[in-house]
């Protein structure tokens, strides 16, 4: 662990009880300054209570949270220096856009012109400008994000706090509101901790994703780190969309190296695996799972030509689901149900048994026992 | 434009049921406003034309002397002042009473939803025991109380009474009020800076007017309308409109005005049917709020 010097916000052994049931099981984790941390997870992992008791709106019942090496535990949620978005926006109903905006700066008694311009800047910066006399309730869902944004922003704190804020508007809108989040980290370099269940949006925006899981920390890595080398079974599955193919198989040792026999309805498979997986502590006869993602099942002439480790499986199209830019490929190995992204004009049909190009680079394996990656 | 046709078969298919409907309904008005009507016209009567037995006919001669008789000459007891001074009683009685249980109701609402602690159940559990306990039960331990607090037979100590009387119904109206308002509006505050108190007063209270109006109503014709605590606790010089409409009626000089009474007894009801009037169709607005907020 890194001395607190160098870490901007750093949690450790966090403990969160409610009676006899515990929502967070010892949490450890890090940010440095500027960055931007997902905390993602499916619903009741424990998220969001993460995120409240950083803001300090829930008491925490073990550990501590520093913002930059000053422990915060006791601190009224004021007192933080944070701002936070709520997933329901939470705007005052009765006060005006200026006036919610202002709010805050009210609170903590900064005289009025003062308020005045920096609701100024903050709603030039949001193209709000036009919707300060406006009550909450005369605004769209986008209107009421970008006011509730405003708020976060016109107090210019140092660390931000976004439970969910996206979770309440229509597909497009998320989109463009996400782009628009990224170029707000962008340009203001503030550090920001944002919770979302959507693991597009964790990919996109973070800098460091932590994975959670029924209130314990499943990985904390980068987003490529954490798509690419998921530590273990449930962040595979997790990340990524369509989620991360899932295959039994079983080791055995060649002349060449360490392969993997795969069952299949008629026979078997064996694929070699590259030293790239297969470097770690192998038996032969040992069961594993095998984890490749869509995009590295291909079709033939789609597959990497950089990759070294190309293995072709043969398999029945059950169904082609064409996207746009891509084309999923739906079919059954080894008992599972197995999607393949190929490209857009790639030549099949229901029913015909095609050749798959698994390249094996950029698949993972894991201990079907522990659930680890191996 | 597509609703119109089938609200205009609703009319037409249901005009014999419409009828019944309607007769039902002016008959049960008729039924409840004859009293009403009876006591108009008594009062605006002189005494002789009740007396000749004519209740129901309108009065040959207008007159509002027993309107004035009874507002401030007419014999309370033993002293002839007229109904004035115990209707600034009950003034005084009831607005203090009002505000006081209201305020704190609404406090208790927001610390029983927003500030939860451990056993807030059980204290509101206590709380709504106040609602069904009837009053007769505690008219003894309060006289105790009242007493020992050196209020007894003032109109503090009916403000202290119907306060502390009111405090069931308010805090149950508040508490179910803003268990359905947002509670991350309240860390957003928290966030922002905001304390325990303005939290209330800038973002909960302002947005309370449905419930504070139903609760308002709900307390003034209460505590305006009781009879047995301003029977059991007050003195002579601060007797309740209710105790001394009472004591009018059975003040006897000879001849029974009922004139008078009639008129005193409108006066009485007065203050309640225009709170009514003025506030009565959010009363139901108010009761419904709670439910379809979410």
Known sequence: MSSPQTAFMQISGLRKRFGTLEILKGIDLELEQG??????GPSGCGKSTLLNTIAGLEPISDGTISVEGREINDLHPSKRDIAMVFQSYALYPNMTVAGNIAFGMEMRGVPKPERDKAIESVAKTLQISHLLDRKPSQLSGGQRQRVAMGRALVRDPKLFLFDEPLSNLDAKLRVDMRIEIKRLHATTGKTIIYVTHDQIEAMTLATKIAVLKDGELQQVGTPAEIYNRPANIFVADFMGSPSMNLLAGKVATTADGFVLDMALKDGSVRLKLPSSIASSALAAGQDVILGIRPEAITDRDGADRNSKSVETVHGRVELVEPAGSDTFVITHLAGKEVTARMRADAVVKPGETVPFAFNLEKAVLFDPASQKRL | MSAAPSQNVAIRTGRVTRAVIYTLLILAAAYYLLPFYIM?????????EIQQGRMMALPLEWTLDPWRSAWSTAQIGVSPTGLR?????????????????TALGALNGYVLTKWRFRGDGYVFGLMLFACFIPFQIAVIPMAAVLGWLGLSGTIAGLVL??????????????????????????????VDGAGFFRIFTRIL????????????????????NDFLFGASFSDFDSFPMTVALNNLVNSSTGVKEYNVHFAGAILAALPTLIVYIVSGRYFVRGLMAGAVKG
């Open chain 1, 35 to 40: 960055g931007f941390l997902v905390l993602v």
């Open chain 2, 40 to 48: 108009l016209v008594n009062s605006l009567k002189p005494l002789a």
């Open chain 2, 85 to 101: 001074p115990y209707f600034m009683n009950s003034f005084l009685m009831v607005v203090p009473a009002v505000v006081i249980s």
């Open chain 2, 161 to 190: 009474v119907h306060a502390v009387y009111g405090l069931g119904f308010t805090t149950l109206f508040f508490r179910n009020f803003y268990a359905a308002f947002p509670t991350e509006l309240v860390r957003s505050a928290m």
């Open chain 2, 205 to 224: 209270l302002p947005l309370s007017t449905p419930i504070i109006i139903v609760t308002v109503i709900w307390q003034f014709t209460n505590v305006w």
